[in-house]
DNA sequence: GACCAGGTCCTTG
DNA sequence: CAAGGACATGGT
């Protein structure tokens, strides 16, 4: 079953870890990291940056405001990075459902990370990738990130799971530690980026990894 | 011009 | 459940 998948995975994980060291990956405010994470659905985060810079531009860049502002007003900021009707929708539901069931991000803090993700999901326009991204890189919580790419890289080894599957295998793996959790994602995306293209693995070292 | 990008939702078989 | 389309701009 998984239990050839589990080793190579480890084997990855520190694979990885060697090839890169210490990265520093989208940090930011609670605020900016959540929205950033709809944005970048199926998109190049250089958009997402341009985009997170314009709403910053209009005072726009916080749950806060946009629970307020304009449906149009957020889609003319967000419209590099595609998508841009629907983002705006999902935006706006967002920080409809933080002000409405916390009323507002410090409202979270304290709730378990079950709790929060359970709520996401039932926001409509995030799925699990973009409910995980903003517990792990949004309010530091240890709910590991599954995404194209990890799917992808995980690939390249011969490895068949898809993606509820994968997050178990890393979450049991890994320490209980959101900076590890944010570094092993970061692995991941970065070396995918580079050598793991939507055809095949080239100049893919991993295939040696494999078992 | 074709193809793809750190998804999600809805509809079909 | 798996597969296919819609959503849309910007880069290679």
Redesign the pocket.
């Known amino acids: 079953m998984s239990g050839s998948s589990s080793i190579k995975i480890k084997r990855l994980i520190s694979f990885l870890s060697g090839w890169y060291g210490e990265i520093e990956?989208?940090p930011g405010a609670t605020d900016e990291v959540m929205m950033g994470a709809i944005l970048?659905?199926?998109?190049?985060?250089?958009?997402v940056e341009y985009a997170l810079k314009d709403l910053k531009k209009r005072g726009l860049c916080s749950i806060d405001a946009i629970t307020s502002a304009d449906i149009t007003r957020i889609e003319e900021a967000i419209?590099?990075t595609?998508?841009?009707?629907?983002?705006a929708k999902r935006l706006k539901s967002l920080a409809n459902h933080i002000e409405n069931t916390y009323g507002s991000i410090d409202g979270m803090l304290d709730v378990p990370t079950e709790h929060l993700r359970t709520g996401l999901l039932n926001v409509?326009?995030?799925?699990?990738?973009?409910?995980d991204?903003i517990l792990c890189?949004g309010l530091s919580r240890t709910s590991f990130?599954v995404?194209?790419?990890t799917e992808r890289i995980v690939q390249c080894m011969g490895i068949p799971e898809k993606r509820r599957e994968l997050k178990h295998i890393f979450e049991e793996w890994l320490p209980k530690d959101n900076y590890v959790y944010r570094q092993v994602?970061a692995h991941i995306?970065e070396y995918a980026?580079e050598f793991c293209t939507?055809k095949r693995c080239s100049d893919c070292v991993l295939v040696s990894l494999n078992v």
């Open positions: 990956w989208w970048t659905q199926q998109t190049r985060w250089e958009n419209r590099c595609g998508f841009y009707h629907v983002k409509s326009g995030i799925g699990e990738e973009t409910a991204s890189y990130v995404d194209a790419y994602h995306v980026k939507k």
